[in-house]
Nanobody, 127 residues
Framework: QVQLVESGGGSVQSGGSLRLSCAAS????????MGWFRQSPGKEREGVAA???????TYIDSVKGRFTISQDNSKNTLYLQMNSLKPEDTAMYYC?????????????????????WGQGTQVTVSS
């Protein structure tokens, strides 16, 4: 089992920055991919960014150049640095981890491959 706890959300103005953190505990050695997802009221949960344990990263087009995903394996912590935030980035952000299977990177932003999920942290961007 893997437990994930997000932190770092908050309210910022458009153009501001936030850094989300996700502390992982339990047996994390089976997780090839970790990712950040977001969900707004009335919308489906979407993949924002993902990182493979080998370092490969992938992003949704709307955040490329603004968001950066990273991991500190010594601390078992996943990060999402979010710069130049826009009102449309407002959502609940979730951390997630896969279990067992080394999926191809084209699947890394799909909710279907993730087994473990955190409780989420709210990000609100005002104009």
């Amino acid at each position: 089992q893997v437990q994930l706890v997000e932190s770092g959300g908050g309210s910022v103005q458009s153009g501001g920055s936030l850094r989300l953190s996700c502390a992982a505990s339990g047996y994390t050695g089976s997780s090839y991919w970790m990712g950040w997802f977001r969900q707004s009221p009335g919308k489906e949960r979407e993949g924002v960014a993902a990182i493979h344990r080998a370092g490969t990263t992938t992003y949704i087009d709307s955040v490329k150049g603004r968001f950066t995903i990273s991991q500190d394996n010594s601390k078992n912590t996943l990060y999402l640095q979010m710069n130049s935030l826009k009102p449309e980035d407002t959502a609940m952000y979730y951390c997630a981890a896969t279990a067992g299977t080394n999926y191809y990177y084209t699947m890394a932003l799909s909710t279907n491959i993730y087994t473990y999920w955190g409780q989420g942290t709210q990000v609100t961007v005002s104009s």
